[in-house]
């Protein structure tokens, strides 16, 4: 096919043929982005040419189309959303990998109204002066978390990254080795300490700390004890480690030293009372007398990516003057979906309103329904897939209760044609991308986390699969 190496058109020809109009006017593009977009084409059939990888017939007199036909794909390609949405068949609730949590209808709704319009992020309307975008939400975090004050940084990681630094630069920091985690692949706790200035010093060993470890290594430049919420692994058997309140009695003896706990998910519904893990909730923390409490605003919470910050007014403040709270601080898109989260709480409607814990509470004949529902769909294509709805479980994500797998119902598929490999693959490029897990050979969707909104959308993914 090199032959047509020299049957490729020049590009000012090319531009000034009827096609190039017909583009103009049918994808409303300029002619710069159709030009460049006609150099690209161009340059891709001349590299496949000269690598004889070209897999199409292609002959001089289609040529032309196919450049035409290409050079459309890419001009679509061009408009195509980058960050889009995907159905999470995973069953795992906060999946970081997807955008962890969803968020509610009123927090959306919140977003879309102030991300439009301006606001009074830094003004104090009555007044009618300059105000602090670190006062709007404190009011409402004080009131669900029981702490005299608050702060919202970016993440979790920006909160720890925020208190070392503040707080403990150039001082000893003791934590337990067992509580030395590395979360998500990227945030590792000795690592941030490290970027801080804050010193390491590490008790105990992996599976057990006493508090006397903690007590043997209080020294003049110890400036805080931080306790790390192992969240996403669990030691089990022979391990011991020190309760919160036997830290705190220590620390309140030991003259300048802080408390700070890390709680990673920082619950505000007690999912205890549903029979779901053993996470306490942030005011039960509080409560014990931790000088600093930190969690994140899109693990259980159920709001936007945060990092909420609640204790001690004195800490706290030190916090907000702090040079980096200017460098971590949120958007008002942030705020906006944080204040209809927390309200949510305060309201006592998180368990309805909330999308995180609608679907870690969602029952299981609820679930049981979708499944039917699903298979019902795909009745007339029993020539194509076998479907079975089958026991299995569920997990929360995002680091939060390993140990926790809540009982689902999960409809395994499989593909007359295609391994579970590859029929995951198939979904997974669908519109939209459908994320599945795969097991003994079977493609499995659990329920849990598809909303009743998506039940059609992940029918005619399989269904026009089934035509193929
Ligand atoms: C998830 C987690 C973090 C990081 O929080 P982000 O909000 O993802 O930055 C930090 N510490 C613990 C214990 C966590 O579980």
Redesign the pocket.
């Known amino acids: 096919m090199k032959h047509l190496l020299r049957e490729l058109p020049p590009i000012h020809e090319l531009q000034h043929s009827v096609q190039f109009d017909d583009l103009r006017t049918r994808l409303g593009q300029t002619p710069e982005q159709i030009t460049k977009a006609i150099q690209q084409v161009i340059n891709d059939i001349r590299y496949v040419l000269v690598n004889g990888m070209m897999e199409e017939q292609i002959t001089s007199q289609n040529l032309p189309d196919y450049i035409w036909a290409q050079t459309e794909q890419k001009l679509i390609q061009l408009e195509r959303d980058r960050i889009t949405n995907v159905i999470n068949a995973t069953g795992t609730v906060l999946h970081?990998n997807l955008g962890r949590a969803r968020l509610s209808e009123k927090a959306i709704e919140h977003v879309v109204k102030v991300a439009g319009q301006y606001s009074n992020l830094e003004y104090n309307v009555e007044e009618g002066k300059r105000g602090s975008r670190h006062d709007i939400l404190e009011e409402m975090l004080v009131e669900v978390t029981g702490a005299e004050a608050a702060m919202i940084v970016n993440?979790?990681?920006?909160a720890?990254y925020l208190v070392l630094r503040a707080l403990a630069k150039e001082k000893e920091v003791i934590v337990s080795r067992g509580q030395l985690?590395e979360?998500?692949g990227s945030?590792r706790v000795s690592s941030i300490m490290e970027e801080s200035g804050a010193h390491l010093v590490e008790v105990g060993t992996t599976n057990k700390t006493h508090l006397y470890d903690y007590e043997n290594a209080i020294t003049e430049d110890t400036g805080m004890i931080l306790k790390?919420?192992?969240?996403?692994f669990k030691t089990i058997g022979f391990t011991q480690t020190v309760e919160s309140e036997a830290l705190v009695e220590l620390t309140q003896k030991s003259e300048g030293v802080i408390f700070y706990e890390?709680?990673?998910?920082g619950s505000i519904f007690d999912f205890r009372e549903a029979g779901i893990g053993e996470e306490p909730v942030v005011r039960e923390v509080i409560e014990s007398g931790v000088d600093l409490v930190s969690f994140?605003?899109?693990?259980l919470l159920g709001g936007p990516?945060a990092?909420i910050i609640v204790g001690k007014k004195v800490l706290i403040d030190r916090l907000k003057k702090h040079q980096l709270a200017r460098v971590l601080r949120v958007d008002k898109m942030t705020f906006a979906a944080l204040e209809k989260t927390l309200l949510a709480y305060i309201t006592g409607h998180a368990r309805q309103e909330l999308p995180t814990l609608r679907d870690i509470l969602k029952p299981l004949d609820e679930i049981e329904a979708q499944c039917s529902q699903f298979i019902t769909t795909l009745e007339p294509y029993q020539e194509i897939y076998d479907v079975e709805m089958v026991e299995s479980t569920s997990q929360i994500g995002?680091?939060?209760m390993p140990d926790v797998h809540i009982p689902t119902f999960v409809v395994a598929v499989t593909h007359r044609h295609y391994t579970a490999k590859q029929l995951a693959e198939k979904i997974r490029l669908g519109q939209p991308a459908i994320i599945a897990r795969i097991k003994d050979e079977k493609v499995l969707l659990d329920f849990r986390t598809i909303s009743k909104d998506e039940m059609d959308q992940v029918g005619t993914v399989f269904i026009e699969l089934a035509k193929d």
């Open positions: 970081t993440n979790n990681a920006a720890v985690v979360i998500g945030f790390v919420h192992t969240s996403n890390d709680l990673g998910s994140s605003g899109d693990k990516q990092g995002g680091g939060t």
